[in-house]
Structure formats: C-alpha cells, structure tokens
C-alpha cells in the first residue's frame, strides 16, 4: 500500500493565482481529512469527507477554500485567490472506521504564496 | 470546549531518559485519545491511541496514561533514543473516525 498519497509536494505561487492541491487516499478508507498546519495555529482540520459526502467544512477559512471529492480515490483542495497568508503545509489523512485504524496522514503540501 | 491542551511546548531528555508529555481536554463526549509523531518533511504519524474505559496502555516504549476523572492524560516514553527526536501530537475526537481536535506539539530532542 502507497499509503495516502499528495502532489504537489511544494507549490510556490503568487498572490491572486489559483491553487489546486491533490490527494489519493488509501483504498477503503471511507473518511478523508485535510488539515493545515501552520507555526501559528497547529494542525487546523479543514474540511472532512465521508463516503465522498463533505461532512464538516466548519474549518474552511473563507469562500476562497473549495474542496471536492469526486470519487473515493480522489479529493482536491481549491484555494483561489490565493494570499500569502494561506502559505502552510496541507495535509491530506484517511481513515477506516474502527479504533485501530486511526488516520493516515499524507506526507503534505507545503505551500507559499509570494 | 473543543480543546486540547498540550505541554510542554518542548522538551529535551537524555538518552535512556523517561520523556513525558501532557494533555488535558474539556469536552467529556471524546472518547479516543490517540497520539501522533511528526518528523521534519513528514505527516504525523499513529503512535498509540486508548479509549477511555482502560488507565492504561503500554506499546513496546510508549505508553499512555489516562485519568478520566482529571480529564487529562500523558504520554511517556521510557529510554528514550535520539531516534526519538520529533514532535509529538495528542488529540481526542468522538468516535475513532470523526474529526480530530489535536494539541499544539511538543517538540522532543533526545540528545546523547
């Protein structure tokens, strides 16, 4: 197993362009997470997905965030326009239902906008 | 009442040292408590996690203390290596797939 899979791993763009981040969870896995995590703020969740269903976008900062799940082995996290102020690490993690399963975390995006 | 409250902030341990990190956490309704390690260029990882209707869990090094009353729990580990050295993440959600509420790290060095 591939294990929970990202692109890009770094994304350097400039203020006012349009992101797209990428994310391949494990297969069956039925949950999937995107965090941010920041020096600031920690590990902030974003948006959760169950069975392709957005859950909880309570997390989303503002309008400019958008996150899909168009089948259950893709999810995008949208960010246009973009600020230097969302220049962070990404994280995508899925998850199983059960207590041994737990999140799996991808190995992230960091982002920075110039 | 979502949070979760993480400390130290850091910590530096001898090696062969006991490291020892603290949560507390306010919402009682969360009912898994699981710790993750981070290292530098990678996502947090699954440590060990418990529920709580056990005091108690010990994998390998690592284990968790958990005081339901107090409403806090801890995370030690015994001899601690320089392979240690990450940060260390607890967190609590309701329901093991639900959203996690995760504290602020402790950043762990090992030195030799």
């Known amino acids: 197993d591939a294990g929970v899979i990202q692109s890009p791993r770094h994304e350097v763009t400039e203020m006012g362009q349009e992101v797209t981040l990428r994310c391949k969870p494990i297969?069956?896995?039925?949950?999937l997470f995107w965090y941010r995590q920041t020096m600031m703020r920690g590990l902030e969740l974003l948006i959760y997905?169950?069975?392709?269903?957005?859950?909880?976008d309570s997390g989303m900062p503002e309008d400019r965030f958008s996150a899909k799940m168009p089948n259950a082995s893709f999810s995008t996290l949208k960010i246009q326009p973009s600020e230097p102020r969302d220049s962070a690490v990404y994280f995508c993690?899925?998850?199983?239902?059960?207590?041994?399963?737990?999140?799996?975390f991808g190995s992230g995006t960091r982002l920075t906008v110039v | 009442q979502q949070q979760v409250k993480q400390s130290p902030q850091s910590l530096i341990v001898q090696k062969g040292g006991i490291s020892i990190i603290n949560c507390a956490y306010e919402?009682?309704?969360?009912?898994?408590f699981p710790w993750y390690q981070q290292f530098p260029g990678k996502g947090p990882a699954l440590l060990i996690a418990?529920?709580?209707?056990?005091s108690e869990k010990k994998e390998g090094r690592f284990t968790i203390s958990f005081n339901k009353s107090a409403k806090q729990f801890s995370l030690h580990i015994m001899d601690s290596q320089p392979g240690d050295s990450a940060t260390y993440f607890c967190?609590?959600?309701?329901?093991?797939?639900?959203?996690?509420?995760f504290g602020t790290g402790t950043r762990l060095q090992v030195t030799l």
């Open positions: 967190a609590a959600s309701i329901g093991t797939a639900s959203k996690l509420t």
């Open positions: 997905f169950n069975n392709n269903v957005p859950i909880d």
């Open positions: 418990i529920r709580p209707d056990v």
């Open positions: 919402n009682t309704a969360f009912d898994y």
């Open positions: 297969s069956g896995h039925d949950y």
């Open positions: 993690a899925s998850s199983g239902t059960g207590f041994h399963y737990g999140y799996t």
